[in-house]
C-alpha cells in the first residue's frame, strides 16, 4: 500500500498512526496533521452527478435517469437530498424526451414545424443527445 498523500501540506512522509472507523489513520512527518484515507469504493464520476441533477430538474424520474445514466435512482435521490435541488412544479406540461444522435438532432432543428408548441432543451448524454420537450396537458 502507497502512503498518502497528507491533505493540509501535500507531503507523502508520513506514517501510520492507528484505526479510527476501521479506517487507517496516517500522521504527516512534515506538519505533524493526522488524517485517515477516503473510503474505499466506487466513485462516481461528476459528470454523472451534474448530469442526474439536471435531469431530475428538467422533470425526469429518479427511475428514468437510473436507466439513462447506469447510477442508482437512490444515489440520484441523495444527490438531490446533498445539494438540496428543487424541481419547478410543473402541473401544466409534461416532459417528453429522445436519445439522438448528431444527424438525428440535426435533422430534427432543419424541420420548423418540430420547433413550435413546446418548450426544448437539449442536452449532451455521452457521445449522444438527450432532447427534453414539454408540452402543455390538453383538457379534453
Not at 497528507?6 to 476501521?22: H, I
Not at 444515489?75 to 429522445?98: E, I, L
Request: net charge positive; hydrophobic share 35%.
Amino acid at each position: 500500500m502507497t502512503t498518502p498523500v497528507c491533505p493540509k501540506c501535500d507531503s507523502k512522509e508520513a506514517t501510520k498512526s492507528g484505526v479510527v472507523n476501521e479506517r487507517q489513520r496516517f500522521k504527516c512527518r512534515a506538519c505533524g496533521y493526522h488524517y485517515t484515507v477516503a473510503k474505499v469504493g466506487r466513485e462516481v464520476n461528476p459528470y454523472y452527478v451534474v448530469k442526474a441533477l439536471q435531469l431530475y430538474i428538467e422533470g425526469v424520474s429518479y427511475r428514468e435517469i437510473e436507466r439513462l445514466l447506469g447510477v442508482s435512482h437512490v444515489s440520484v435521490m441523495n444527490w438531490v437530498k446533498k445539494y438540496g435541488v428543487k424541481a419547478p412544479r410543473q402541473p401544466d406540461y409534461h416532459p417528453t424526451y429522445k436519445i439522438l444522435n448528431q444527424k438525428e438532432l440535426a435533422e430534427f432543428f432543419q424541420k420548423p414545424e418540430n420547433l413550435k408548441g413546446a418548450g426544448l432543451v437539449v442536452t449532451e448524454l455521452g457521445d449522444k443527445y438527450m432532447m427534453i420537450r414539454w408540452e402543455r396537458f390538453r383538457a379534453g
